[in-house]
């Protein structure tokens, strides 16, 4: 029964090839910032090192926010898992774990980077700025990723759409910020700040609260879409 069920357990869903190459690649993005400043008098700020950061490891959090639940489609165990004896908030819960831990492990990658230039004065605060920004979209991501892969059911298809929703919605809000009966509204869809506020580890309190209200009305959807029956 271990056996069956150990895809949902933190190590199975947090461990892999796909983890470490862009931990590994966000590590170097960041670093190339540091190297810049330090050997070619590159004039960077700190928030350029962890938004060259960011680069990588926001493919890496797109990637687990569909991966999670993807890989129970993949690997036909959707079922499985909804009649193992579980509440439906409990395995969307454990996925949310997973996703957070994801989430702080990045976060405390990307002020070693900066530390290891010693660039930062105000740690703790630089520390805090990153961890609220990583959990804040990481939550969004998982929420919406697994809305899609439950509607999709094929990770690269989830992946590729997550990605676009992110990229046109920057387009289509600006469009809407220059209605005047629209810019008021636009600062209470998380899609016109997420990314950007995420790259440079810059929520303001407002966006947190609307960011948290939107993944919980999707966490909602999500759980009336995990009892749904007959998934093939």
Known sequence: MKNRFKIIFLKQD???VTTVVLWFLSFLSGFSIIFSRSYLSGGFRVDNVYAMFSMFSNYLLIYMSVQLFGKEFNYRTINSIRICGRSHWEIIVRKLAVMLVLAILT???SFLTLLSDQLIFNQ????????LAYVTYSIFLFALGSLIIFLIKRTLHAFITIFLILKIAIALMNV???FEFTS???NYIPLSFLEDS???ARYTP???????IWSAIMLGVLSMLYRKRGFK
């Open 184 to 186: 008021y509204l636009i």
């Open 206 to 212: 407002k966006q947190v609260i609307v960011t948290l």
């Open 198 to 200: 995420f790259s440079f």
């Open 14 to 16: 947090l461990v892999s």
């Open 124 to 131: 703790l605060e630089v520390f805090g700025q990153l961890l």
């Open 176 to 178: 809407l910020s220059s």
């Open 107 to 109: 976060a405390s990658l």
